[in-house]
């Protein structure tokens, strides 16, 4: 099974509406990182959260992680269609390698706005 | 099974010498291939996009002489790290995109070590 689920997998919106997308892991998220991806691009950086109950923002997307640290969300206000691409999460699932190993990534959203 | 290799997986070199590291699609004809470089703290960082027979697209801030690659084939991209220092000491990582669809799929990683 996936370390690292997503959802939902396929999100369409019409532009101005708020969606929310989340990431879930049965294990503790050591750092959770939140990246964009356009078809043909590469991953974009968005946020990374590491501690429990930490939110962030930047511009309309806010991306908080639990205090268990076993789930993830990210959520954008008032959708563009800039928004629209494939969103990914990823995770150290491991203390003592955070930032030192290779991520383990979600099975990725792909958000669709409609104008 | 593993659509996407990377070779080696971890190398150690001194300061002041070149290292090469390969990445090969195994499953599919890749006409897009990224590299990425794992920092501690912003996770993976795009650094170029490798396009089969053209010249590969540089993130900003990535030095093109110093980070080399080449898409020579549809299933080869190399990167050569050039005149290492210890501050390159990082983990690189590349995926593949097969260009029908905008999913990547992600080498395991190389872990590089500058001495």
């Known amino acids: 099974s996936q370390e690292l ?3 939902p997998q396929s999100l369409i ?4 509406k708020n ?3 989340n990431c879930t892991s049965s294990k503790t998220l050591y750092g959770l990182y939140w990246y964009k991806q356009k078809y043909g691009e590469g991953l974009i950086f968005l946020m990374m959260l590491q501690k429990g109950g930490e ?3 930047h511009e309309k997307i806010t991306a908080k992680l639990d205090e268990k640290k076993q789930q993830s ?4 206000t008032a959708s563009q269609p800039s928004h629209a691409g494939i969103y990914l999460c990823g995770a150290d699932l491991s203390l003592s390698n955070f930032g030192n190993e290779k991520l383990t990534f979600g099975t990725g959203t792909r958000l669709t706005i409609i104008p | 099974g593993a659509v996407v290799s990377q070779h080696p997986s971890w190398v150690i070199c001194k300061s002041g010498t070149s290292v090469k590291i390969e990445c090969r699609s195994l499953d599919f004809q ?3 291939m990224f590299w990425y470089r794992q920092f501690p703290k912003q996770s993976l960082m795009l650094m170029a996009t490798s396009n089969e027979g053209s010249k590969a697209t540089y993130e900003q801030g990535v030095e093109k002489d110093k980070f080399l690659i080449n898409h020579a084939s549809l299933t080869l991209s190399t990167l050569t790290v050039t005149s290492a220092h210890p501050e390159d000491s990082s983990f690189y990582i590349c995926s593949v995109s097969r260009g029908d669809t905008d999913t990547q799929y992600f080498g395991p ?3 590089l070590t500058v001495l």
């Open chain 1, 5 to 7: 689920e997503q959802s």
């Open chain 1, 13 to 16: 919106v019409q532009e101005g």
């Open chain 1, 19 to 21: 969606l929310t997308i």
């Open chain 1, 55 to 57: 939110e962030k923002s």
């Open chain 1, 73 to 76: 969300s990210l959520h954008i």
């Open chain 2, 30 to 32: 890749a006409t897009t």
């Open chain 2, 109 to 111: 990683g190389t872990r």
